[in-house]
């Protein structure tokens, strides 16, 4: 990984999973509170995947009244949902595929055990790496996910521009 890589300039696109939330708790929570305030503070705004919306929308009804913790971090801006991955891009659809094959080679799982929500990481980060020159930090309490993620994107072209930050490292970091 190259040392230049900075997760915090503004042409990073954070990338988070669905552990990175379950891990900060409900809104009251400090976790949750200290992660809206770094996205804040640092202006920038984690995306999601879709099926990590999904997921996420099945929050704990404990929350606050009529509203899950994603969706109120959706409405203060500090979160945004990508689109529905374009299955007809070759290259997403690759990467897709490699990343499952990765996890289950490195967790000695099924494939067919693989979360959506894994592959649908490296969907969200091709479709943001092949519209800008950016650079990409995936967000993930899940390492052999996070580690996939970069691996496979760096062997389809987007070497050095991939990152994976451990959510509870995060998490830690800023609490």
């Known amino acids: 990984m190259s040392e230049t890589f900075d997760p915090l300039q503004d042409s990073v696109t954070w990338i988070a999973d669905t552990g990175l939330f379950i891990?900060?708790?409900?809104?009251?929570?400090n976790k949750y509170t200290a992660l809206e305030r770094f996205?804040?503070?640092?202006?920038?705004?984690?995306?999601?995947?879709?099926?990590?919306?999904?997921?996420?929308?099945?929050a704990?009804?404990?929350?606050?009244?009529?509203?899950?913790?994603?969706?109120?971090?959706i409405d203060a801006g500090w979160v945004t949902v990508a689109d529905e991955p374009d299955y007809t891009n070759g290259?997403?659809?690759?990467v897709m595929d490699d990343v499952r094959s990765y996890i289950a080679r490195s967790s000695k799982?099924?494939?067919?055990?693989?979360?959506?929500?894994?592959?649908?990481?490296?969907?969200?980060?091709?479709e943001r790496l092949e519209a800008d020159s950016g650079l990409?930090?995936?967000?993930?309490?899940?390492?052999?996910?996070?580690?996939?993620?970069?691996a496979t994107l760096d062997a389809h072209g987007f070497?050095?521009?991939?990152?994976?930050?451990?959510?509870?490292?995060?998490?830690?970091?800023?609490?």
């Open 23 to 29: 891990a900060c708790g409900r809104q009251q929570n």
């Open 136 to 150: 990409v930090c995936i967000v993930t309490t899940d390492i052999d996910a996070g580690e996939a993620v970069v």
């Open 60 to 73: 704990p009804r404990r929350s606050t009244p009529g509203q899950t913790p994603i969706n109120s971090a």
């Open 91 to 94: 290259t997403v659809s690759q």
């Open 39 to 58: 996205a804040q503070r640092n202006a920038l705004t984690f995306v999601i995947p879709q099926r990590v919306y999904d997921e996420l929308g099945g």
């Open 159 to 175: 070497e050095n521009r991939v990152r994976f930050k451990n959510g509870f490292e995060l998490i830690d970091e800023i609490t």
């Open 109 to 126: 799982r099924s494939e067919d055990r693989i979360e959506k929500a894994d592959t649908a990481l490296a969907a969200a980060a091709v």
